[in-house]
């Protein structure tokens, strides 16, 4: 099997403690999800760092995967048998498998070697990415995975898995969901493990997702800010009808309450429409001259303060 440096793929020395292998996890991770990120290896990247820190963030597993010390990446290895008996329960498969696999069905303590023990089967972690439209209504996904699993003869083999996986109405960005049962296989009749869904929300066209709270830009011309107005906004549960009240300035938050996400038990978070004050490009002339004789009528001056704050105010 080939050898995976996974310190140099956090971009962390061996000697880095919990919360560095955490934040540099949450780090990397934001910037090559393959749903946002632009680098073309995003999805392969994504995967990389993710397996470093299934290993690195659990003690035991560090813990075995030091003592097979420090190789090149990408240079072929094999574990030495003293490595094998302390953390291994069955023999290595002939056939070709992965760092990863190993690491997944790591089993500490030589005493257990071979006493043919019930061991409950590995938990699984895998990212799912959703649209705002599947958190608000719920959705079914179609998961094919392949997982590490030992055979009858104790041997680690990988194994397709394809089912059906319910997320509920009211998932948010960031939520872990168990599957119970739904991970690696049990060993000697061992409960199986369980596959946790770490779900994600993919970019919106027009909405932002806080928690259960959405946030949404409204576009409004200058003179429906000033003199007040009614317009309709788009929400997940369909268009309502929005009052603006007049003199609304640019980034005002304009509150929907129980438009926004589901929440787990009852009711919904809130829709935040964002104002935005946008002016026509392309204008006629017989508008044109409207705005001339607005700034010929108008006292109002946005840069009032400027002269105050420069000690210029007359």
């Given at each position: 099997m080939k050898y995976k440096d996974y310190y140099a793929s956090l971009g962390l020395d061996r000697g880095a403690n919990e919360e560095a292998i955490k934040k540099a996890y949450r780090r990397l991770a934001r910037k090559y999800h393959p749903d946002v990120s632009k680098e073309a290896d995003?999805?392969?990247?994504?995967?990389?760092?993710?397996e470093a820190y299934q290993t690195l963030k659990d003690p035991d597993k560090r813990a075995a995967y030091d003592q097979l010390g420090a190789h090149p990446a990408g240079q072929e290895f094999q574990p030495p048998p003293s490595w094998?008996?302390?953390y291994s329960e069955a023999p290595f498969s002939s056939e070709?498998?992965?760092?990863?696999?190993?690491?997944?069905?790591?089993?500490?303590?030589a005493g257990n070697r071979g006493a043919r023990m019930a061991m409950p089967g590995h938990d699984f972690e895998i990212a799912v990415a959703i649209t705002i439209e599947d958190a608000f209504h719920g959705t079914q996904i179609d998961l094919d995975l392949n997982m590490p699993e030992y055979d009858e003869r104790g041997q680690l083999r990988r194994v397709p898995h394809a089912f059906k996986a319910r997320i509920p109405k009211g998932a948010t960005d960031g939520?872990?969901?168990?599957?119970?049962?739904?991970?690696?296989?049990?060993?000697?009749?061992?409960?199986?493990?369980?596959?946790?869904?770490?779900?994600?929300?993919r970019p919106h066209a027009l909405y932002r997702a806080s928690g259960h709270d959405l946030y949404l830009d409204l576009p409004l011309a200058p003179w429906e800010a000033v003199l007040g107005t009614a317009v309709e906004v788009p929400t997940p549960a369909g268009t309502v009808r929005l009052k603006v009240p007049s003199g609304t300035q640019a980034g005002r938050h304009l509150r929907l309450p129980q438009r926004g996400l589901p929440k787990p038990k009852d009711g919904h978070g809130d829709l935040?429409?964002?104002?935005?004050?946008?002016?026509?490009?392309?204008?006629?002339?017989?508008e044109r001259e409207l705005?001339?004789?607005l700034t010929e009528g108008s006292s109002f001056d946005p840069r009032a303060h400027?002269?105050?704050e420069t000690g210029h105010a007359h």
């Amino acid at each position: 099997m080939k050898y995976k440096d996974y310190y140099a793929s956090l971009g962390l020395d061996r000697g880095a403690n919990e919360e560095a292998i955490k934040k540099a996890y949450r780090r990397l991770a934001r910037k090559y999800h393959p749903d946002v990120s632009k680098e073309a290896d995003a999805e392969e990247k994504f995967k990389e760092i993710a397996e470093a820190y299934q290993t690195l963030k659990d003690p035991d597993k560090r813990a075995a995967y030091d003592q097979l010390g420090a190789h090149p990446a990408g240079q072929e290895f094999q574990p030495p048998p003293s490595w094998q008996q302390q953390y291994s329960e069955a023999p290595f498969s002939s056939e070709e498998f992965d760092l990863s696999d190993l690491f997944a069905h790591l089993r500490g303590g030589a005493g257990n070697r071979g006493a043919r023990m019930a061991m409950p089967g590995h938990d699984f972690e895998i990212a799912v990415a959703i649209t705002i439209e599947d958190a608000f209504h719920g959705t079914q996904i179609d998961l094919d995975l392949n997982m590490p699993e030992y055979d009858e003869r104790g041997q680690l083999r990988r194994v397709p898995h394809a089912f059906k996986a319910r997320i509920p109405k009211g998932a948010t960005d960031g939520q872990r969901l168990r599957l119970p049962g739904k991970g690696g296989k049990g060993l000697h009749g061992g409960r199986d493990g369980d596959l946790y869904l770490n779900i994600s929300l993919r970019p919106h066209a027009l909405y932002r997702a806080s928690g259960h709270d959405l946030y949404l830009d409204l576009p409004l011309a200058p003179w429906e800010a000033v003199l007040g107005t009614a317009v309709e906004v788009p929400t997940p549960a369909g268009t309502v009808r929005l009052k603006v009240p007049s003199g609304t300035q640019a980034g005002r938050h304009l509150r929907l309450p129980q438009r926004g996400l589901p929440k787990p038990k009852d009711g919904h978070g809130d829709l935040y429409a964002i104002v935005q004050i946008v002016v026509p490009s392309v204008v006629s002339e017989a508008e044109r001259e409207l705005y001339r004789k607005l700034t010929e009528g108008s006292s109002f001056d946005p840069r009032a303060h400027f002269a105050v704050e420069t000690g210029h105010a007359h």
